[in-house]
């Protein structure tokens, strides 16, 4: 096998100073996200021991349950893009935590000053 040229040596040391910025960059992303509060404004972020990026994904029937609608509301909603946005997964239907607290939210009344 051949020895690399000058000018391949240089572009091999290229590629590598920028993966290596590239991956620092990523760490720094990273540990800000792990060291970053989670939860909605207002409300006081709780550690939890699946980390702070875990969001827990609600069955149709919890949500129903929560939201005292009926399931055909919910996949009706689905079907229509209203409600709270889901996600397939599997078979199944599942709700992030986090999209029904704002879609509940986005439809509070607001109360008179």
Do not use: C, F
Not at 57 to 63: A, C, I, M, P, Y
Not at 81 to 93: C, E, F, H, L
């Amino acid at each position: 096998m051949a020895r690399p040229t000058a000018a391949q040596r240089q572009a091999r040391a290229v590629l590598d100073a920028r993966e290596k910025s590239a991956t620092e960059r990523a760490e720094q992303a990273h540990s800000a996200e792990l060291s970053a509060p989670t939860g909605a404004p207002g409300r006081s972020a709780s550690p939890s021991t699946y980390g702070p990026a875990y969001d827990p994904l609600l069955t149709v029937d919890q949500v129903s349950d929560w939201l005292g609608v009926p399931k055909g509301t919910l996949y009706q909603w689905r079907s229509r893009s209203r409600g709270p946005r889901a996600i397939k997964v599997g078979n199944g239907i599942r709700y992030r935590r986090s999209e029904i607290e704002n879609y509940l939210d986005l439809h509070t009344d607001a109360r008179p000053a």
